[in-house]
């Protein structure tokens, strides 16, 4: 029997996951049978406003024709190999990412927290080998989030209330400093430094976006000390930001720089680009990944960041996003509305995001909080005004009614 053919209720379908999955997911109550641009769509055929995006991954919009269209022909000629033969998707991805970001070198990974498990990688083998065996310490921000595995949930600066919790002891050689704090940076950071490793805007974190001096200063902070300067950007990369990468707003550029998420499209794809200089570190078996740059992934990826450029993605969530937070503040008990491009978030002055939440999933609008007080929006990026103006109609009478 085919996968298509198989008919499941709710109710069997809940079971089975019950049955035999591991649960680590708040569920919500509906299957996500198909999906299209701005909509998935349930086992009854109802809409729902996609303001999630695939938490940033489906920019170009849920089932782009173009990106669905690259991974059919792709799997009809390989589907995967080992990374020792060259193959054309690998090596006409990695031109047009490394031309478009302004970057030498890149190595693919699967994920997000993976690409931050190799620039991690990369920044201390590159200190270890030029400065010596104790330059690796690398100072991350507090309220950052960088990913699940050890090295990247060592580097997420939450000890006491996030990810680490439960998992304890974390690798050492990491220390945090306040976002937004150029001065506590400094202060952070000691002879063994090898680099600093923040997100452009801190997403998990409260969607708190870096500030122009804060972000130029750590720069220029870096160059003085022969520290490198690390750029998570698996969730801002690709257009999210308004700008292709979120480091372009600062007129910066990092040593090393992280994507995944919108890089592919909904195939899973990460990696990171770095200067020639520091990719060196990453020498013949240094590093390696069974499914990094696998075939499919990279032709998806290639039809994806095509889309993101063709369209101008990245002037649309601009323009959007400065729309859709402008009507966000005049939302009831709004203490601020946060964010870059579409990446949004709205802090209120009580405890009910988590509400606001499920209220909106009632109506069939697809949002994610944070805590107990701010709600984020990180929908597709071809979203229009009418999108703006029905998500925004929709938490108004939700907040409304919880707060009466």
Not at 70 to 92: G, L, R, S, W
Not at 93 to 105: E, N, Y
Request: proline share 3%.
């Amino acid at each position: 029997m085919k996968l298509r053919d198989v008919k499941l209720s709710k109710r069997e379908l809940k079971d089975l996951v019950s049955t035999y999955m591991i649960e680590t997911y708040e569920r919500f109550d509906f299957i996500a049978e198909t999906a299209k641009d701005m909509y998935l769509y349930d086992e009854n055929g109802e809409g729902y406003l996609d303001f999630y995006g695939g938490i940033a991954v489906n920019s170009a919009g849920n089932c782009n024709e173009k990106v669905v269209e690259a991974v059919k022909e792709q799997v009809e000629d390989i589907m995967h190999t080992f990374n020792y033969p060259y193959t054309i998707p690998q090596a006409v991805l990695a031109k047009l990412i490394c031309d478009t970001i302004g970057m030498d070198k890149i190595f693919y990974q699967n994920t997000g927290t993976e690409s931050n498990e190799a620039m991690i990688k990369m920044a201390r083998k590159y200190g270890v080998e030029k400065y010596g065996p104790n330059r690796f310490n690398i100072v991350t921000a507090r309220n950052g989030f960088h990913g699940r595995t050890y090295g990247s949930m060592s580097a997420t600066g939450q000890p006491d209330n996030g990810c680490q919790i439960g998992f304890k002891p974390m690798i050492s050689g990491f220390s945090y400093a306040d976002f937004n704090d150029l001065q506590s940076f400094k202060d952070a950071c000691t002879e063994n430094t090898i680099a600093i490793m923040i997100e452009p805007l801190q997403g998990e974190g409260g969607v708190h976006p870096a500030t122009q001096e804060f972000m130029r200063g750590i720069r220029a902070f870096c160059d003085e000390k022969g520290m490198l300067l690390l750029l998570d950007e698996v969730q801002t990369g690709w257009c999210r930001t308004g700008k292709i990468m979120a480091y372009m707003d600062y007129e910066i550029k990092p040593d090393i720089v992280s994507m995944a998420k919108a890089m592919g499209g909904g195939m899973p794809i990460g990696a990171i680009c770095a200067t020639k200089e520091v990719a060196k570190a990453f020498n013949l078996g240094a590093h390696g990944s069974t499914y990094g740059g696998n075939a499919v992934c990279c032709a998806a990826s290639y039809a994806q960041i095509n889309e993101l450029l063709d369209r101008d993605l990245a002037g649309n969530a601009e323009k959007m996003g400065k729309y859709f937070a402008g009507k966000l503040k005049e939302l009831p008990h709004v203490v601020e509305v946060r964010g870059k491009g579409l990446l949004i978030g709205v802090e209120f002055d009580q405890n009910i995001a988590a509400q606001v939440k499920h209220d909106c999933l009632d109506k069939k609008l697809l949002i994610t909080s944070i805590g107990g007080t701010i709600i984020r929006m990180i929908p597709p990026l071809i979203l229009d005004e009418k999108d703006c103006d029905k998500a925004f109609d929709i938490i108004r009478e939700v907040v409304e009614k919880i707060t009466a």
